[in-house]
């Protein structure tokens, strides 16, 4: 499975990095993203399975951009 971990803290993406890992999800990769932007671009590169999204960031905040997501099929 593949994790898109977006927020706009880094130590708050390390947290949920480590969460995550310790739930022994069966994730085989783990990209980050700081706003939503560039979520998408992440997106538009790799894809993803899962995507975790901070709501209130800079610029794109999280809501927006699972609007952005579930209108791209």
Known sequence: MRLLVVDDSAVTRAM????VA???LPVVAV????DGQAAIRALALR???????DLNMPGMGGVD???AVRADP
Do not use: F, H, N, Q
């Open 22 to 24: 310790a739930a022994g």
């Open 47 to 53: 894809g993803a399975d899962l995507l975790i999204t």
């Open 16 to 19: 949920i990095k480590r969460t």
């Open 31 to 34: 990209d980050e993203a700081s």
């Open 65 to 67: 951009l699972v609007r």
